[in-house]
């Protein structure tokens, strides 16, 4: 069985795919990209999130185990070289690949911060999925790619019909 590579590990989606695949299916092995900060390592940031969302799930026991299915490269979907992390080992056996990571602010955004977030980390992850020669590529989006129609919209649908701020047309063009 290969790997799962996953994005967003530290957010509510991420984390939660997680610990929720790992409890069905404990031989599952994630590889997660996630960024160290000011309050620690990116597997540390990592490992904070993972107990976190086992205390909600009521599996604190599990903590340790689904902890230890997870390995971290600190990286920035934003900033990630495609062809360099392509050649790291840790990827070798990676088969599928779940982008999950997001900028999810509604409101303003006069650095262009959201763009390069949702669509310029899309675009790196889907090239580094190329050149791993994935079978499957997930992104996690959003109702929020509709924009501004109204009613049902279908996923055929050409969708571009304005956007209500910047997270909606970066994760429309995700």
């Known amino acids: 069985m290969g790997k799962i590579l996953l994005t967003g590990v530290t957010g509510l989606v991420g984390s939660a795919f997680v610990v929720a695949l790992l409890r069905e299916k404990p031989a599952e092995r994630?590889?997660?990209?996630?960024?160290?900060?000011?309050?620690?390592?990116a597997a540390d940031r990592v490992a904070k999130v993972l107990r976190e969302q086992?205390?909600?799930?009521s599996c604190p026991e599990l903590a340790d185990q689904i902890i230890a299915s997870v390995e971290v490269?600190?990286?920035?979907v934003?900033?990630?070289v495609p062809e360099e992390l392509a050649r790291l080992d840790?990827?070798?056996d990676v088969d599928r690949v779940f982008h999950c990571a997001a900028d999810v602010n509604l409101g303003k955004d006069p650095t262009g911060k959201t763009y390069k977030i949702n669509y310029?980390?899309?675009?790196?992850?889907?090239?580094?999925?190329?050149l791993l020669k994935?079978?499957?590529f997930h992104q996690v989006s959003t109702a929020y790619v509709?924009?501004?129609?109204?009613?049902r919209a279908m996923e055929e649908q050409a969708l571009n019909s304005g956007f209500n701020n910047p997270y909606e047309e970066s994760k429309f063009k995700s």
């Open 120 to 130: 310029g980390g899309t675009t790196n992850m889907v090239k580094l999925a190329q």
């Open 134 to 136: 994935v079978k499957e």
């Open 90 to 92: 840790v990827l070798k």
């Open 73 to 76: 490269i600190d990286g920035d």
């Open 54 to 57: 086992c205390e909600f799930d």
């Open 146 to 151: 509709a924009g501004k129609i109204s009613g």
């Open 30 to 41: 994630f590889v997660c990209i996630a960024r160290s900060n000011g309050g620690g390592s």
């Open 78 to 80: 934003v900033d990630i």
